[in-house]
């Protein structure tokens, strides 16, 4: 790696690898994560989220900051923002960028200009929101005090589908199943998009800070080095074999 900074995102599209996190380092690599670069990036926010969509990646940050890049990663800029919110995630879907967050207070903001510019969305919650994913038309976000969101116009508004007994760190979707992950090893999924989501038996105690999906299987992972995977639509979950003990705070999938 080029940088000693903590990463806190990772994401994937045309074949290049883009990693985002503290004081707003961005790296890259275009040979399947075999070697990275530094990008040279236009803010000194924790970038904490970072998603890929119509040949576009686009990143959140505290302080609601968001910069995008339509270079392939080499270069990134500001994109308009409506919000001093942290934003904590950030998706793509149906020619929408979603970024979810809080600070003060919980943020949902999103974009149908190729994250040019962000509105505000209409939301029914103050609770800070971690992950944000999209699956068969539906929006799904997760976060604090058990919230679990959900919205099926595009982002434009949303309502509360369901509850954790946990905080919720982040959501994927995959195999028309949605998969959120926590605090304290927590792991829930959907089968019915979105609308109500049920406890699943997690192999680990450690907190899980990201999840992803690909080759019908998904993984998360964690504090302590943790990785676990499911590879029966998230049903079951079992221990990997982790080469490390540093804490792992994304995942990503390169199709």
Do not use: C, M
Not at 182 to 207: L, Q
């Amino acid at each position: 790696s080029p940088t000693t900074k903590y990463l806190y995102g990772v994401t994937s599209g045309n074949n290049t690898f883009v990693a985002g996190g503290e004081t707003g380092n961005i790296v890259r690599s275009t040979d399947n994560g075999s070697s990275w670069d530094n990008v040279t990036s236009p803010t000194n926010q924790k970038i904490t989220g970072i998603t890929f969509g119509n040949n576009t990646f686009v990143a959140s940050a505290q302080s609601g900051r968001i910069v995008r890049s339509t270079d392939n990663g080499s270069s990134f800029n500001y994109a308009t923002d409506p919000t001093n919110e942290h934003l904590y995630a950030v998706t793509f879907g149906n020619n929408t960028f979603v970024a979810v967050g809080g600070a003060t207070t919980g943020n949902i903001v999103r974009s149908t200009d190729n994250g040019s510019t962000f509105d505000n969305a209409t939301y029914p919650t103050t609770s800070f929101l971690y992950g944000v994913t999209f699956g068969n038309n539906t929006f799904v976000a997760v976060g604090a005090t058990t919230s679990i969101l959900r919205s099926t116009d595009n982002g434009s508004s949303w309502d509360n589908v369901s509850t954790s007994a946990q905080v919720l760190n982040a959501v994927t979707f995959g195999n028309n199943t949605f998969v959120a992950v926590g605090r304290n090893g927590h792991i829930v999924r959907s089968t019915d998009n979105g609308s109500s989501f049920e406890n699943v038996t997690s192999p680990t105690g450690e907190r899980l800070y990201a999840v992803t999906f690909g080759n019908n299987t998904f993984v998360a992972v964690g504090n302590s080095g943790n990785i676990v995977r499911s590879t029966d639509n998230g049903t079951t979950w079992d221990n990997v074999t982790s080469p490390t003990a540093e804490s792992l705070k994304g995942v990503g999938f390169l199709e």
